[in-house]
């Protein structure tokens, strides 16, 4: 989707004083979109805030959720007991609620109550200061961990990165679980990940690496978002086979970040010669470059 779709998008969905909202800012600026019950939607634009006139209903929520999902919100009831659902150009939706639970599984989310959209970005070329660091001097792409904060732009970057090496020449394989590193549609992906990318879109991280590592020859395997202990061991796997991987984590700092169970394994074994940790308070702004054994490089401090 180009950015004028994008708003386009979002404002068919909305009541007209948000579309207007929409439309008034600046190409690329719009990061987050906020609705709830009893209040005003919110608009995070660059670092600003811009509230809409208006107040919602719960109803309105509703309706708007369900716009967005193009009338078939109800239908997709598994991804709404993550939390959150994807839409059309890989943006996701992030929706609260009451929700109906069975023991310590949630069954269903009702009453919608607020949502939160984080608008997917294509910003070509945010990568850049990356890329000198993901080849050896044989020009093997080396595994990198992406870190950061939600909303500070790792999917963004990871895409970039994928793009880029793929413009290379690298064989990228993507398995993009939530939709939203190439958001397909029809089978052709929205989003730039480059020419010579093939993507396994919708399927679980652990089931997809192995998928790509069995069937499509990768030199690189992309995936967002790792976390659980099978997540770890499929990295490892590909990590035995030769194969590089390119990933990101929810984190504020390397140590709390690595540290953390099955990671921490990946870490002992420095399966990836590069993490990257993003900026705390500027979006897809990279703080630190460091090795597979933590140090930092080019220059840079550890902070």
């Not at 995070?44 to 509230?51: F, I, K, R, S, T």
């Not at 992030?94 to 959209?117: P, Y």
Request: hydrophobic share 40%.
């Amino acid at each position: 989707m180009t950015w004028m779709e994008t708003i386009q998008f979002f404002s068919g969905c909305m009541p007209r004083a948000v579309g207007k909202t929409l439309a008034a800012q600046a190409e690329g600026a719009v990061r987050e979109i906020r609705v709830r019950a009893g209040g005003r939607a919110s608009i995070l634009a660059g670092e600003e805030e811009v509230l809409c006139p208006g107040t919602f209903s719960q109803q309105q929520v509703a309706q708007v959720a369900e716009a967005l999902c193009e009338h078939a919100l109800y239908v997709r009831a598994e991804e709404q007991r993550q939390g959150f659902v994807t839409l059309r150009g890989g943006h996701r939706m992030g929706l609260c609620g009451r929700v109906v639970a069975h023991g310590q599984s949630v069954r269903a989310l009702r009453e919608i109550s607020s949502l939160c959209v984080r608008v997917a970005a294509q910003r070509p070329g945010v990568a850049d200061a990356l890329v000198p660091y993901l080849r050896d001097e044989d020009g093997r792409v080396y595994s990198v961990l992406i870190i950061g904060l939600p909303g500070m732009g790792k999917t963004t970057l990871l895409r970039d990165a994928c793009r880029t090496l793929s413009k290379q020449g690298v064989h990228m394989c993507v398995v993009d679980e939530r939709s939203e590193i190439a958001a397909m549609s029809g089978g052709v992906a929205q989003l730039d990940v480059g020419p010579n990318t093939d993507v396994l879109d919708g399927c679980a991280k652990e089931a997809g690496l192995r998928w790509m590592l069995r069937a499509m020859s990768p030199e690189m395997l992309v995936t967002d978002e790792l976390g659980s202990a099978l997540d770890a061991q499929t990295v490892m796997d590909a990590s035995k086979c030769g194969v590089a991987v390119m990933a990101t984590l929810h984190g504020r700092d390397l140590e709390t970040a690595l540290s953390r169970g099955a990671l921490y394994t990946l870490v002992q074994n420095q399966v990836f010669q590069r993490y990257v940790l993003l900026d705390t308070r500027r979006v897809g702004s990279i703080r630190l470059i460091c090795d597979e054994k933590l140090r930092p490089l080019g220059g840079q401090e550890a902070v």
